[in-house]
């Protein structure tokens, strides 16, 4: 269930710097509040659990999260956001899906074209790149001296797991959309397990987790992944980066293997 690891590639918002962390829990936060208008209770609403699984995978704060799952019942009471997906080509026939939330179609879908075309890509139909990915449950881990490659296998296979792809720093867990909930909720457990089993002596509040996420997500993974020509990376990266400055971009999914250090 090895082998060489994509985690680099398959989001453009990986290996982004501290000074991006605000505007990615901005865009979280917006996720969390629409997820919790309809039920608060992350106990009962399966969509809110694992959106809120995602955000503290990417470090974002507790207090933040409450604040979010409040602003549903409160400011975000009367707006009426609505989740669209697009479909597009970047430089040298790409692809690109860009999954966004809005309250302005219009605004939303002219600067997704106009970010695209001014990078030379265009916005394409519904169904025009996405057979090319798979949507997939999700879950990366840190991989540590503790975590060795059986042990993660044996823990993510009983919770029912499609696949893992271990490399030298993560581990990659793969599974259908529908058991995601189910995978993810399993590994918490399991983690809180392991927590609770440790000598009572390495016991504090502060003690890093045994089973450390670091993504967690239903993703669009490609199938295949394309080589940019050298001379057009740069142009892809540019139009990623504009993508993801887009408020009303909540993810952004693409098919370009990228090399490590332009995404570091």
Same mark, same amino acid.
């Given at each position: 269930?090895?082998?060489?690891?994509?985690?680099?590639?398959?989001?453009?918002?990986?290996?982004?710097?501290? +000074? +991006?962390?605000?505007?990615?829990?901005?865009?979280?936060?917006?996720?969390?509040?629409?997820?919790?208008?309809? =039920?608060? =209770?992350?106990?009962? @609403?399966?969509?809110?659990? &694992?959106?809120?699984?995602?955000? $503290?995978?990417?470090?974002?704060? @507790?207090?933040?999260?409450?604040?979010?799952?409040?602003?549903?019942?409160?400011?975000?009471?009367?707006? &009426?956001?609505?989740?669209?997906?697009?479909?597009?080509?970047?430089?040298?026939?790409?692809?690109?899906?860009?999954?966004?939330?809005?309250? @302005? *179609?219009?605004?939303?879908?002219?600067?997704?074209?106009?970010?695209?075309?001014?990078?030379?890509?265009?916005?394409?139909?519904?169904?025009?790149?996405? !057979? =090319?990915?798979?949507?997939?449950? !999700?879950?990366?881990?840190?991989?540590?001296?503790?975590?060795?490659?059986?042990?993660?296998?044996?823990?993510?296979?009983?919770?029912?797991?499609?696949?893992?792809?271990?490399?030298?720093?993560?581990?990659?867990?793969?599974?259908?959309?529908?058991?995601?909930?189910? *995978?993810?909720?399993?590994?918490?457990? $399991? @983690?809180?397990?392991?927590?609770?089993?440790?000598?009572?002596?390495?016991?504090?509040?502060?003690?890093?987790?045994?089973?450390?996420?670091?993504?967690?997500?239903?993703?669009?993974?490609?199938?295949?992944?394309?080589?940019?020509? &050298?001379?057009?990376?740069?142009?892809?990266?540019?139009?990623?980066?504009?993508?993801?400055?887009?408020?009303? *971009?909540?993810? *952004?999914?693409?098919?370009?293997?990228?090399?490590?250090?332009?995404?570091?």
């Amino acid at each position: 269930m090895s082998g060489h690891s994509k985690w680099h590639n398959i989001q453009a918002k990986k290996g982004k710097a501290d +000074a +991006a962390k605000g505007r990615i829990f901005t865009k979280l936060g917006r996720e969390i509040a629409v997820a919790a208008k309809s =039920n608060p =209770n992350p106990e009962t @609403n399966s969509k809110l659990a &694992d959106i809120i699984a995602k955000a $503290k995978a990417a470090n974002m704060p @507790n207090d933040n999260i409450q604040r979010s799952i409040k602003k549903a019942s409160g400011e975000m009471s009367g707006t &009426d956001y609505k989740e669209l997906t697009y479909e597009g080509y970047g430089v040298a026939g790409s692809a690109v899906i860009i999954k966004t939330l809005t309250d @302005n *179609v219009n605004r939303t879908a002219g600067d997704v074209r106009a970010i695209l075309s001014k990078n030379g890509g265009q916005l394409g139909t519904t169904g025009s790149v996405s !057979y =090319n990915f798979d949507n997939k449950g !999700y879950i990366v881990v840190e991989r540590t001296v503790e975590l060795d490659e059986d042990t993660m296998t044996e823990y993510a296979l009983e919770a029912g797991a499609d696949d893992v792809v271990a490399s030298d720093d993560v581990y990659e867990i793969y599974t259908a959309p529908e058991t995601f909930s189910e *995978v993810r909720k399993y590994l918490e457990d $399991k @983690n809180a397990e392991l927590m609770a089993a440790a000598p009572k002596g390495k016991r504090n509040e502060e003690e890093e987790p045994k089973i450390r996420f670091v993504e967690a997500e239903v993703a669009m993974i490609p199938q295949n992944r394309v080589t940019l020509p &050298d001379d057009k990376v740069a142009t892809f990266l540019k139009m990623l980066d504009a993508l993801e400055e887009l408020d009303d *971009v909540q993810n *952004v999914y693409h098919n370009v293997d990228l090399p490590d250090e332009d995404e570091e």
